[in-house]
């Protein structure tokens, strides 16, 4: 039934201009952004992650967020920023069990984008000893690795 009023009432069907779409927008670009529809592009991709300077396949201004996507000791995280903060602090928390279970670990990196490039400022793992003797130590470290990273526009 339903077939046979949408063939009354549409002979032929056809494609609507962007314009008379509905979406207020005479763009693709445009009617995205009033939807809110947003489109990704993957920039840099390495399964096994780098902790060096990372050449993106664009620039990360063309973008309106980024999405950094990490691993440090087999735990996967990512986080999102908007592309007019130009850096991004990539951090993990964690109670080790067999180190010292009494101390909290978080290990953080801190990477800079620079047009189509993306460079570690530094990295660190801090060690907060949670025992009577609270303590906060800080150490070089290398185990946050960038695995992919996704560029995300309208």
């Given at each position: 039934?339903?077939?046979?009023?949408?063939?009354?009432?549409?002979?032929?069907?056809?494609?609507?201009?962007?314009?008379?779409?509905?979406?207020?927008?005479?763009?693709?670009?445009?009617?995205?952004?009033?939807?809110?529809?947003?489109?990704?592009?993957?920039?840099y991709s390495?399964?096994s992650g780098?902790?060096?300077?990372?050449?993106?396949?664009?620039?990360?201004?063309?973008?309106?967020?980024?999405?950094?996507?990490?691993?440090?000791?087999?735990?996967?995280?990512?986080?999102?920023?908007?592309?007019?903060?130009?850096?991004?602090?990539?951090?993990?928390?964690?109670?080790?069990?067999?180190?010292?279970?009494?101390?909290?670990?978080?290990?953080?990196?801190?990477?800079?984008?620079?047009?189509?490039?993306?460079?570690?400022?530094?990295?660190?793992?801090?060690?907060?000893?949670?025992?009577?003797?609270?303590?906060?130590?800080?150490?070089?470290?290398?185990?946050?690795?960038?695995?992919?990273?996704?560029?995300?526009?309208?």
């Amino acid at each position: 039934m339903a077939d046979a009023i949408f063939t009354r009432c549409i002979t032929a069907p056809s494609v609507l201009p962007i314009g008379k779409g509905g979406t207020s927008g005479s763009s693709v670009k445009s009617a995205r952004t009033n939807l809110g529809v947003m489109t990704e592009t993957l920039l840099y991709s390495n399964s096994s992650g780098t902790i060096s300077t990372i050449t993106l396949s664009d620039s990360y201004k063309n973008y309106t967020y980024i999405e950094v996507f990490f691993n440090d000791n087999g735990v996967n995280n990512s986080v999102k920023l908007h592309t007019s903060k130009g850096q991004v602090q990539l951090t993990n928390d964690y109670v080790s069990s067999t180190t010292n279970p009494s101390s909290l670990y978080t290990h953080t990196a801190l990477l800079t984008f620079t047009d189509k490039t993306a460079t570690f400022i530094r990295q660190a793992v801090f060690t907060v000893t949670t025992s009577d003797n609270a303590s906060i130590d800080r150490t070089p470290s290398n185990s946050v690795r960038v695995t992919r990273i996704v560029g995300i526009s309208y």
